[in-house]
């Protein structure tokens, strides 16, 4: 699970965005859920691995922009 604390100076933490590999392929490509915040369960991401952690951070915040349209 990647886990991804939001805060201001590191003392006053602001929320925190969970991000849960629920399923390995043989291909390479996993697809993982939001899990915080909630409202994200059904919009599953797929992701390769070795893309990093940063580019899975940024599908996963796509997606949650633009659900708050």
Do not use: W
């Amino acid at each position: 699970m990647l886990v991804i604390d939001i805060s201001v100076n590191r003392i006053e933490k602001i929320d925190t965005i969970l991000i849960h590999r629920i399923e390995t392929k043989s291909d390479g490509i996993n697809v993982y859920r939001i899990e915080r915040p909630t409202g994200f369960e059904d919009r599953l991401i797929k992701h390769r691995y070795s893309d990093g952690a940063l580019e899975l951070l940024h599908k996963a915040l796509h997606v949650i922009l633009e659900g708050k349209k």
